[in-house]
């Protein structure tokens, strides 16, 4: 039985516990519910858990430990000859008699003993599935028989199930948790061999990106120019405009839908605006690249401008068309929050209804609004297609938003393009650029959430 067959069956036996703990529940009190500890439902789920979680465990452990274990068996059937070699040279074995299961060396020139490994792999891969179908589902019926056992009138099942809930919860806020620390710790741990060859002072304030490292020392550039500060400038650029044009628009048509549209023209208009938001990026950086900045090039052309083919002006006007979903979306869920009776207190007292807008709901969804543009800017600082297709790969330090830049994302994904190798500056840049990018985010984070408590204090 294969590992989804299995968690199918798992499940639909976890179901037929459930609803033989509940029937066992009702006849422990003869139909009398309210003789019972906890509610019948409560040793319905009490008994799915029995059936369910240790199954479950087990059957994970089984997963994680399989592979390793064929392995080493089909590893110990090998020839002596096979099995003498160095270990670079038996993984390569390996990984061809893994080939050959899978029939990705569908080749008749195969040697018997690769063969005959290959199959012993598949024999005790079908054993490894029976011996673990077979004790899942003895250890489900088992533990359901268990619980059903141990169900009585004073039975805490509630508290049972409220705990195993609560430890479940517990777990995985901790893997979230344990995740995001891992991740910083990954790209620190890089960040720090590149500081050993490159100085933190010169990669922060340093003017020039140019990381191309040379094969020779005698070449020019052979020591590369790591300098951030063009890439956050080009990404803090194209960030502006973007927001320049979602917030504004993203705003005001999240307080028509709210406040001043109907029913109808909201049911049509609210859809239709959300498309936007599942617009591949790719589709737009065509858009950019084909549409958009060529008529800004030759509309800056007509009145005497000297407008680059790629510019951080077209990246950035898609790029915040793109966003203006975000902050719809989200502003118009707020506002829509806001409670009624605010809005008959404000027009009670006199108030006509933009001065409701006004005074009284903007303030009071403002914390909710800045929530959902600091979730568009973290959407556009992350952005990387329609940069490379709109605004080019060219490093300039420059506000000229009519100039070709690039941003942090963008560098990050060329310098991890192809076969790197992890010992060089050059690739290492990309763990030292997602390092600054990940402070810099965080501080924003932390300066908007301190201009939105101190905000609310102000309101409450």
Sequence with gaps: ???????????????????????????????????????????????????????????????????NIITGLVVAGLPEELRNLSPDRLNLVVNDIRNLVSGNIVSTDVDPAMRAAADHYIHLQGVSKAALSVLVLVMAIAGTLLALRT??????????????????????????????????????????????????????????WSPQMAIR?????????????????????????????????????????????SKRVRAVAKPLLEILAGIPTVVYGFFAALTVAPFIRDSGGLIGLDVSS???????????????????????????????????????LGATKSETIKKVIIPAALPGIVGGILLAVSRAIGETMIVVMAA?????LTANPLEAVTTVTVQIVTLLVG???????????????GLLLFVVTLILNIIALHVVRKYREQYE
């Design 419 to 433: 076969d790197q190798e992890f010992d060089s500056p050059k690739t290492l840049a990309a763990f030292a650029l």
């Design 392 to 396: 080019g790969l060219s490093a300039n």
């Design 151 to 208: 169900i009585r009138r004073e039975k805490r099942a509630r508290n049972v199930v409220e705990t195993i809930v609560k430890v479940f919860l517990i777990l995985s806020s901790t893997i979230a948790i344990f995740t995001t620390i891992g991740i910083v710790l990954s790209v620190l741990f890089e960040a720090i061999r590149f500081f050993k060859t490159v100085p933190v002072t010169s990669f922060v304030f340093g003017l020039e």
């Design 217 to 261: 020392e005698d070449q020019v550039g052979s020591s590369g120019a790591f300098g951030a500060i063009p890439l956050f400038a080009g990404t803090l650029l194209i960030s502006f405009i973007a927001m320049l044009v979602a917030v504004p628009i993203g705003l005001m048509s999240a307080i028509y839908l709210a406040e001043y549209a």
């Design 1 to 67: 039985m294969s590992a989804t067959a299995l968690l199918f069956t798992l499940a639909l036996l976890a179901v037929f516990s459930y609803w033989l703990g509940r029937k066992r529940s009702f006849a422990v009190v003869r139909g009398e519910a309210w003789k019972l500890h906890s509610l019948p439902q409560y040793y319905g789920f009490y008994t799915a858990i029995w059936c369910g979680i240790p199954a479950l465990f087990i059957t994970a452990l089984w997963l994680f430990f399989e592979n």
């Design 310 to 348: 790629e510019s951080a002006l077209a990246a950035g006007l898609v790029m915040g068309i793109m966003i203006i979903p975000f902050v719809s979306s989200l502003s118009d869920d707020v506002i829509n929050a806001v409670p009624q009776a605010m809005r008959d207190g404000s027009e009670g």
